[in-house]
């Protein structure tokens, strides 16, 4: 069963998860107005994954919220107005599983949830536009075979499988894959992990509409 908490500031929202939970059979732990207050509520208890607004009126940043409820051991998953492309980023820079519109019809929403109680990455719409509308957002400049690299890695497939399909070496694959890491330190967005480089894929559009069941850890 998918654990969920919410957090926002407005109790109509958190009612309203509370009952559309209930009816999608998920388990609803708690919710509070702001992160210390859930928390606090939660004493150790376990959720998969805590709905996050963006914003709170509670003096915190939205990176220091974020990293507090991924303390817990929850995913993240903003549930915004998100017209703030800055704010949504870095939410996502923090360490967010994805972004799902106040607007959003409730069936979505809940779908959301479950993408990220499997420790996925929500791949949708909204990201897409955070990251086009944020004129400060840095991209890696990378090559032609840097992107044919990135996106069949972080698309799911092994390295030994891309390889195949470019026709190189594992070991040049291997070395691309470096190159690429490097370049992404450099702009100040790390990917030490497959799961950071297939956010980073997407949010550079090398992997526009991927699915994320798709990706994994696997070489």
Same mark, same amino acid.
């Given at each position: 069963m998918? =654990?969920?908490a919410v957090v926002d500031d407005h109790e109509s929202v958190r009612l309203g998860l509370l009952a559309a939970c209930m009816r999608e059979g998920y388990d609803f732990v708690d919710e509070?107005?702001?992160?210390? #207050?859930?928390v606090d509520k939660l004493a150790g208890r376990?959720? $998969?994954?805590?709905?996050? $607004?963006?914003s709170l009126g509670d003096g915190i940043s939205i990176t220091d919220n974020v990293k507090a409820v991924q303390a817990t051991g929850a995913g993240v998953l903003i549930h915004s107005i998100a017209d =703030?492309?800055?704010?949504? =980023?870095e939410a996502l820079a923090a360490g967010a599983a994805g972004v799902i519109p106040k607007s959003a019809a409730t069936a979505t929403v809940m779908a959301a949830i479950k993408v990220v109680a499997r420790g996925e990455v929500l791949n949708?719409? #909204?990201?897409a536009s955070a990251i086009d509308a944020d004129v400060e957002f840095a991209k890696a400049q990378l090559g032609r075979r840097e992107r044919d690299v990135l996106n069949l890695y972080a698309s799911g497939l092994p390295l030994r499988m891309v390889a195949e399909q470019l026709g190189i070496a594992p070991s040049t694959v291997r070395e691309y894959l470096d190159r690429i890491r490097v370049k992404y330190v450099e702009v100040g967005r790390p990917a030490p992990t497959k799961v950071d480089l297939l956010r980073r894929?997407? #949010?550079?559009?090398i992997l526009p509409g991927? /699915?994320? #069941? =798709?990706?994994? /850890? $696997? /070489?």
């Amino acid at each position: 069963m998918v =654990r969920v908490a919410v957090v926002d500031d407005h109790e109509s929202v958190r009612l309203g998860l509370l009952a559309a939970c209930m009816r999608e059979g998920y388990d609803f732990v708690d919710e509070g107005a702001n992160v210390k #207050e859930l928390v606090d509520k939660l004493a150790g208890r376990e959720v $998969d994954v805590v709905v996050l $607004d963006l914003s709170l009126g509670d003096g915190i940043s939205i990176t220091d919220n974020v990293k507090a409820v991924q303390a817990t051991g929850a995913g993240v998953l903003i549930h915004s107005i998100a017209d =703030r492309a800055a704010g949504v =980023r870095e939410a996502l820079a923090a360490g967010a599983a994805g972004v799902i519109p106040k607007s959003a019809a409730t069936a979505t929403v809940m779908a959301a949830i479950k993408v990220v109680a499997r420790g996925e990455v929500l791949n949708n719409l #909204e990201w897409a536009s955070a990251i086009d509308a944020d004129v400060e957002f840095a991209k890696a400049q990378l090559g032609r075979r840097e992107r044919d690299v990135l996106n069949l890695y972080a698309s799911g497939l092994p390295l030994r499988m891309v390889a195949e399909q470019l026709g190189i070496a594992p070991s040049t694959v291997r070395e691309y894959l470096d190159r690429i890491r490097v370049k992404y330190v450099e702009v100040g967005r790390p990917a030490p992990t497959k799961v950071d480089l297939l956010r980073r894929a997407v #949010e550079d559009g090398i992997l526009p509409g991927l /699915d994320p #069941e =798709r990706a994994g /850890d $696997d /070489d």
